[in-house]
């Protein structure tokens, strides 16, 4: 069942409004995982995350936005490593 729910006011408008979006630039995280058992019972491991460490960057996309100014934020999360020894008892 899907249901819809309007505003009991309107106002007109002569042209419709610019449509305004946000996108995410694509990236690629390059995860990596190995394991390597020494014994049948104790392995080590490695994780590896966004190993290439790339960079999140938001623009902002309109009709009338320039290109010097479409961008909107950058954010840097870094790599993540993890490496350990696994056993089982």
């Known amino acids: ?6 505003a009991s006011s309107r106002v007109a408008a002569s042209k419709p409004a ?3 979006g946000a996108a995410n ?3 690629s995280t ?3 995982s190995i394991q390597y058992s020494l014994t049948r019972r ?3 491991f490695a994780n590896l995350r966004n ?3 790339p960079t999140d960057d938001v623009e902002i996309h309109g009709p009338t936005t320039p ?3 479409q961008f909107r934020q950058r954010a840097e999360f870094g790599s ?3 490496v350990g020894l696994k056993g089982t008892f």
Do not use: K, Q, Y
């Open 1 to 6: 069942m899907a249901a819809n729910a309007e």
């Open 18 to 20: 610019p449509t305004i």
């Open 25 to 27: 630039a694509a990236t």
């Open 30 to 32: 390059s995860p990596a």
């Open 42 to 44: 104790l392995a080590l």
């Open 51 to 53: 190993v290439n460490d």
């Open 67 to 69: 290109d010097a100014a």
């Open 80 to 82: 993540l490593w993890t």
